[in-house]
């Protein structure tokens, strides 16, 4: 392919996709333009398709095609719209009408009332677009929308990603074009230095200086990889990112290729995301049967292509030098550096390793600018980051901010704040290598260098929200636990650092822990952190470090008054009826799975501690809130 | 390798034939042992030591590479897994949720604890970390369905329903 037939096809379907994001009358005369009068997004990522919508999709076509609809109404499976928890997902264009938790019986409805005859179905769609007098808002003025930036996540949700023209659409592949045809590889490194962007997998280093060091680095053979190996539980940016815009990791991984002198690239993804890995696989066919990849790339002679390499499960595969062990074939260990993958990297070269998310953010700062970039975000830290929000938090999902907005702003607003009237407790970022962010610290802006200040840590993106029901010991056991299992073993700090700093955990939450406990924990996190081999282990202290610096009075209850405020170290709590409540409907008592509740029929009963194994089945079972956790 | 397998291995030849096949597709691929590993447990399952031990013979290499890299790994397994794979997000958004409660009710159940199988081999139990659909949180997986928003008192139900698609012969 040449690029004067790239173009063509981007003005062929440009239309197509822009309707998506025109809405009203401006979208309706764009719409009739393109032959089908109304599209229908639906979302195809695993959020989505795990409640169902693929049965939505079905229901939708086969119900299109029975009224004779489907030449005038136009489908289209798209990756995360990042409302995940109101999933299926399903927007009406041109009017940009939001339905969801959408059914195949709902589905039947809207074709029926809405598409067929125009009225929207009311009481399918998100209520917060509905407003009192009846009027819509589109999806774009929701308040989970409205305080977005979505950079990374342009096209997420909103083209079809098993389509390569609707990504060439939106001017994809056109970044290719330019590096290969109008930009020298020193103009692209220093576009990128330019542009302030840094690796978005937690660590902040550059982008610009890794491109510059493996351009330098002097090879016969060189690689270029991408880090899909997302393992932080919780986290699903990166999976998200390659489910909707698959092609966007093509086109800057071929741009690094061509930059640093690379003909072969790597994604290493893990096996956990099926649909990601099936949505890769078509997009590098289709980027190959459009010459887009593989020899003579848009008539230029540069050739370059990519392979697909699974992970099985090992979460120390994140990190950069055990990825690349793992890709050659071995035991996923991780090895000292220097010498740095810029030097020799995958079998030996010199190799070029960035995140997905960083990848996603390059072709259009090559596009559109460094300064374009640059203008977003703080002194430190340009663009956005995407998070995945989870936990205690009402509007779970998928968001994208420009650097230095607040936690209050992404909890509160965009996040819809705490649901079932609970108090926010703490926010935790960076997974098992990061740390908690208490309440005082809400209007933190949210940058590299803010949240390393406050214990914390960017990281990938994880963006775990608890409440006053989560105790922060256990949450830092919690971590812990996944560490331990997670350390490779390979050196001795992190293998047997993270098993004694969770015994010291087990101990405080079973209510045998001493004060001087808490000294030791600080004493071999240090430890830890200065002799681990690999990030791993040297931020595996990090939740139990910073967890004791904001809640140490929640320690020092479970040490010293053998109490857990929050309830949830099961040994420590013991259960309780309280007689004025108790009826004696006997429920308790026939369901306690220990025969440790005793009592005759209307008459108060009782709870042997002793017998008592804290399942909570009677506080569940008990009509009248007469059974208290304490 | 202590983790013996209750019961013996019993590849059959279409199997092996299938193995060879994979182990001829990768061998010069830089890097194609992992490869191998996940195709061959496609094939058989899991990666008893005699699998293990066809694929050091296909590449000339030793067992103790073969096996290093299969232990390293949560994905591969060396013992048989249940007909029905029941795997628990103990992912941290699914833990703030509260899935360990969930894990537990499966456990207590099917009474057997997380890695293990029913004697019967109808059902095993794994934990996951994670498998992104934290929105739904807290999920659990049974082969490729997903249930989330899942609580303890649904595990019963959930589970009855795949014996009930055995023809009720349990």
């Known amino acids: 392919m040449t690029i004067a037939e790239l173009n063509k096809i981007r003005d062929e379907y440009a239309d197509l996709v822009k309707v998506r994001k025109l809405v009203a009358e401006e979208g309706a005369k764009l719409a009739e333009k393109t032959g089908y009068r109304k599209q229908v997004l639906v979302c195809g990522g695993t959020g989505c398709t795990s409640s169902g919508s693929k049965k939505v999709v079905e229901a939708l076509e086969s119900e299109l095609k029975k009224q004779g609809l489907d030449k005038e109404i136009l489908v289209v499976k798209t990756g995360c719209f990042g409302l995940c928890a109101l999933g299926p997902i399903m927007i009406v264009y041109p009017e940009g009408t939001f339905y969801s938790q959408a059914t195949p019986e709902g589905v039947v409805r809207v074709v029926d009332e809405h598409l067929k005859n125009g009225n929207v179905v009311k009481e399918l769609l998100y209520k917060e677009t509905v407003h009192e007098d009846g009027s819509i808002n589109p999806l774009s003025e929701t308040a989970f929308y409205k305080k977005q930036k979505r950079i990374a996540l342009r096209n997420c949700g909103v083209i079809d990603p098993e389509d390569i023209k609707e990504y060439i659409a939106t001017d994809g592949y056109q970044a290719l074009a330019k590096v290969l045809t109008e930009m020298t590889p020193d103009e692209v490194v220093q576009t990128l230095l330019d542009s302030g962007l840094r690796g978005r997998g937690g660590a902040g280093f550059p982008t610009g200086k890794k491109w510059m060091f493996a351009k330098g680095s002097q090879g016969d053979v060189k690689y270029v990889a991408c880090n899909a190996d997302e393992g932080d539980p919780g986290a699903f940016m990166d999976r998200s990112i390659l489910e909707g815009d698959p092609h966007a990791i093509i086109e800057a991984m071929t741009i690094a290729g061509h930059t640093i002198g690379a003909h072969q690239g790597f994604i290493y993804v893990r096996a956990e995301y099926p649909v990601a890995v099936q949505r890769l696989k078509i997009a590098l066919g289709q980027a190959r049967e459009y010459g887009l990849l593989g020899k003579n790339i848009l008539d230029s002679g540069f050739d370059f292509d990519i392979e697909i390499r699974l992970g099985a499960g090992a979460f120390v595969c994140g990190e950069e030098t055990a990825l690349m062990t793992s890709i050659e074939g071995n035991r996923g260990e991780p090895r000292p550096r220097p010498p740095f993958p810029a030097v020799k990297g995958l079998f030996g070269k010199p190799t070029l390793l960035n995140n997905v998310e960083t990848y996603s953010n390059i072709p259009q700062i090559i596009r559109k600018g460094a300064e374009w970039y640059a203008s977003m975000g703080t002194e430190t830290s340009k663009g956005t980051k995407v998070f995945a929000l989870g936990g205690k938090i009402t509007n779970v999902g998928l968001v994208e901010v ?113 004060m001087e406990d808490l000294d030791k924990i600080e004493e071999l996190a240090n430890h830890m952190k200065s002799s681990s081999l690999c990030a791993l282990g040297q931020s595996a202290p990090n939740p139990v470090l910073s967890t004791i610096k904001y809640f140490k009075d929640e320690y020092i209850d479970h040490i010293q008054n053998k109490h857990c405020t929050a309830g949830v170290c099961k040994e420590l709590l013991h259960y309780e009826i309280i007689a004025d409540k108790c009826k004696g409907c006997t429920l308790c008592a026939r369901n306690c799975p220990a025969s440790a509740i005793t009592g005759t029929v209307k008459q108060p009963h009782v709870i042997d501690v002793d017998k008592c194994i804290k399942c909570g089945v009677c506080e569940s079972n008990c009509k009248f809130g007469a059974i208290i956790r304490k | 390798m202590n983790e013996k397998t209750l019961s013996s291995f019993k590849g059959t030849d279409a199997q092996e034939k299938q193995l060879m096949e994979v182990i001829e597709k990768h061998r010069d691929q830089q890097g194609g042992l992992m490869p191998i590993l996940q195709e061959a447990q496609g094939i058989y399952g899991y990666l008893p030591e005699e699998v293990q031990k066809m694929i050091a013979d296909g590449l000339g290499i030793s067992l103790s590479e073969v096996f290093g890299v299969a232990t390293f790994y949560s994905q591969f397994s060396l013992t048989p897994k249940g007909k029905h794979r029941i795997s628990v997000c103990l992912g941290t958004a699914c833990y703030v949720k509260g899935s360990d409660k969930i894990l537990e009710a499966v456990e207590k159940y099917l009474g057997i604890k997380s890695g293990e199988c029913t004697p019967d081999g109808m059902f095993s139990i794994d934990s996951c970390r994670c498998v992104g659909a934290c929105g739904l949180a807290p999920v659990m997986l049974v082969d490729e369905d997903v249930y989330g928003k899942c609580t303890p008192d649904q595990v019963k139900k959930i589970l009855d329903s795949y014996l009930e698609k055995e023809g009720g012969n349990n």
């Open chain 1, 402 to 514: 420009p650097m230095g907005t607040t936690l209050r702003e992404i909890i509160e607003e965009i996040g819809g704040g705490i649901p079932n009237g609970k108090k926010f407790k703490a926010a935790q970022t960076g997974g098992p290598s990061g740390g908690c962010i208490p309440a005082q610290h809400i209007d933190t802006p949210i940058d590299y260098e803010s949240l390393s200040a406050i214990g914390s840590m960017m990281g990938s993106g994880g963006l775990i929200i608890m409440d006053e029901d989560n105790c922060m010991v256990d949450v830092s056991k919690f971590y812990l636990n996944f560490t331990v299992d997670e350390s490779c073993g390979k050196c001795t700090p992190c293998r047997v650092g993270t098993r004694r700093l969770c015994q010291y955990l087990e101990k405080i939450t079973s209510g045998k822990g001493e």
